[in-house]
């Protein structure tokens, strides 16, 4: 994402990244992004709850007034419930026990793309000194 972001915004379009994951965002490092200490996958707030996911948009946008350092970080003041036990049940793979298993895959150093075509385009677009992330901006 912050890859992307800073390709975006070295064409001079300003980018804001939102963010539930906050090691792996600021080991990015985006140009400019919010933070929200939500579920992955919920940046935006709950599903079907449209007058936080409207306040939340409307402050991520209000943040670009006050972002005016490179690498900005803002924690915006939402809250997914009233105590942090949600955590508990996201933060650790699912038990097998439960009917469920853990379909995470193990993280490696090579890129994986969704088509052979990704795959190629990324890896010309990198040989040509290119990002290899933003193939759709040619």
Known sequence: MGLIAREIEGRGVPTLAMSSAWSITAAVRP???VFLDFPLGHTAGKPN???T???IMNAALGAFETMTKPESFV???FEWA???AWKDAVMRPRDATAGHSDQRVERTATPQ???DEDRSRAEVRLAQGGCASCIFLE
Request: proline fraction near 17%; glycine fraction near 0%.
């Open 53 to 55: 996911n409207i306040a």
């Open 49 to 51: 709850d449209a007058p």
């Open 75 to 77: 924690t915006l003041p």
């Open 82 to 84: 009233e105590d942090d």
């Open 113 to 115: 793309y969704q088509t």
């Open 31 to 33: 140009p400019r992004s």
